[in-house]
């Protein structure tokens, strides 16, 4: 069982930037792909970014030329640069995997997210 755990988030001011930490409890490896959602209240969870094994990255629309998602298949986390932030992108934000390995395939984790504020 993987187990994920995000930090970073906190109180930004418009147009400033945060940088988003997911870490894995175990080899990331096999976890294709991985990424981050956020749920914003009264809306529903929503994707961020999504990043593949293999490097390949997928925006939401709002967030594309902002946001920057990477990981690091060596530390087992992957990461969410955030820049010119604004005000709808206050939410909380979720780190996701989901499993490609043959035992495990297709299981898919969550962690328990991490709180973004955007506010002057």
């Known amino acids: 069982q993987v187990q994920l755990v995000e930090s970073g988030g906190g109180l930004v001011q418009p147009g400033g930037s945060l940088r988003l930490s997911c870490a894995a409890s175990?080899?990331?490896?096999?976890?294709?792909?991985m990424g981050w959602y956020r749920q914003a209240p009264g809306k529903q969870r929503e994707l961020v970014a999504l990043?593949?094994?293999?490097?390949?990255?997928n925006y939401a629309d709002s967030v594309k030329g902002r946001f920057t998602i990477s990981r690091d298949h060596y530390n087992n986390m992957v990461d969410l640069q955030m820049k010119s932030l604004k005000a709808e992108d206050a939410a909380v934000y979720y780190c996701y995997a989901r499993s490609d390995s043959l035992s495990t395939y297709g299981m898919e984790y969550w962690g328990k997210g991490t709180l973004v504020t955007v506010s002057s």
């Open positions: 990043i593949t094994s293999g490097g390949s990255t």
């Open positions: 175990g080899s990331i490896v096999n976890m294709n792909p």
